[in-house]
């Protein structure tokens, strides 16, 4: 669905955007995705709205087919958020130890305190951390966007799968440059 509305209250939500994460090759520039969330970072926090800055610092327990990473061998920096990002005082810093920000954090109920009623979601792997963010937050009653041009996977075929098929189905997609627009026609 095409981008229609922002609700009064709607918070960003950057997934992954870290030093340990942001080396590893991607589909579509790494910068720009960080430039585009930079930039709807701001917009966020010049508005007053809240800005949600997540990182990984493990995974989820459970057997699975493929290896996992040894998380004690991780560099100490990798949960680091970039410095491009312009972290400040006011925003919501979120760890997890899953792919969706939701699962093993409060984030929902900090949100809610906030009267958020709506997401916009940014970040890295489109078809891991975004998605699943973006899963939880519909889950929950959110109402979610997903800015489309910031956002990037591993796997060209995987992002594009969940850009026109899955997102679709959990709220509306559009570009960093509509969504700054609805927020400067909110205003």
């Known amino acids: 669905m095409a981008l229609t509305a922002l609700d009064p209250k709607t918070a960003l939500i950057i997934v992954d955007l870290q030093k340990g994460i942001v080396g590893y090759p991607v589909a579509h520039s790494i910068d720009g995705v960080v430039e585009r969330s930079r930039a709807l970072a701001d917009a966020f926090r010049a508005r007053g709205l809240p800005v949600v800055l997540v990182n990984v610092t493990g995974a989820a327990p459970g057997r699975i087919e493929q290896p996992r990473r ?23 810093a979120v760890t997890k130890q899953s792919w969706g920000a939701f699962a093993t954090t409060d984030l929902e109920l900090r949100l809610k305190r906030l009267g958020v009623t709506q997401v916009v979601i940014t970040g890295v792997a489109t078809a891991a951390g975004v998605e ?10 959110f109402n979610v966007t997903l800015a489309a041009d910031a956002m990037t996977d591993p796997r060209a075929e995987a992002h594009d799968y969940s850009i026109r098929m899955v997102f679709p189905r959990l709220g509306e997609t559009g570009s960093t440059n509509d969504i700054i627009a609805l927020l400067e026609r909110n205003a």
């Open 70 to 92: 040894d998380v004690s061998a991780l560099p100490a920096d990798f949960a680091t958020l970039l410095p491009e990002l312009g972290q400040q005082p006011d925003d919501i």
């Open 132 to 141: 699943a963010t973006a899963r939880q937050a519909y889950e929950q009653g």
